[in-house]
């Protein structure tokens, strides 16, 4: 679609472009850029030596991070089966990057926690996604903007009514 606009004090008419993509549906554009930069990350990562992992990994990591849980508290947090949420720490475990701990309670219940290579591994993804984040800065900076995350995580809490959903590992 074009529009026209009045440019300098000449009054000369200049021709604007606008970007089909700002029509577009709220869905689309949230999902189209959750695609592109997950799969730059992703890739950035195999770069890194990550390749023996998938982004599902990266949520099991986020949701394990600091003192760990149970398979069940798992399976809650990624929205997922208890049986799929012990599959998943089955392969993380053969992989090295959790392992299972008697549970500080007590009890048969088991705590998975993460393996310094999967802290290794956070820290690598952290500094990642701290270049890519930058890049994408500098990109938009000529436009005088920034990745606009107060505005993302204010649209998340206003949809979610004060309690964040799981991250259902989908893709």
Excluded at 47 to 58: E, I, N
Excluded at 82 to 90: F, L, P, T, Y
């Amino acid at each position: 679609m074009e529009s026209t606009a009045e440019t300098g004090s000449t009054g000369a008419k200049a021709r604007q472009v606008e970007d089909p993509l700002a029509r577009a549906e709220l869905t689309y554009l949230l999902g189209m850029s959750f695609q592109l930069v997950l799969s730059e990350f992703v890739s950035r990562l195999d770069a890194a030596g990550y390749d023996d992992l998938r982004p599902v990994h990266g949520l099991v990591f986020q949701a394990l991070y600091g003192e760990g849980a149970t398979s069940s508290e798992l399976a809650e947090k990624l929205g997922v089966t208890k049986q799929a949420a012990g599959q998943i720490v089955d392969d993380l475990t053969a992989r090295g990057y959790v392992e299972r701990r008697p549970h500080p309670a007590g009890g048969r219940r088991k705590l998975v926690v993460l393996t310094d290579r999967a802290l290794e591994h956070l820290a690598v993804a952290g500094r990642l996604m701290f270049e890519m984040e930058s890049e994408l800065d500098e990109r938009l900076g000529s436009q005088n903007r920034r990745i606009p995350r107060a505005e993302l995580a204010a649209l998340i809490r206003a949809m979610a009514n004060g309690e964040l959903p799981p991250l259902r590992p989908l893709w």
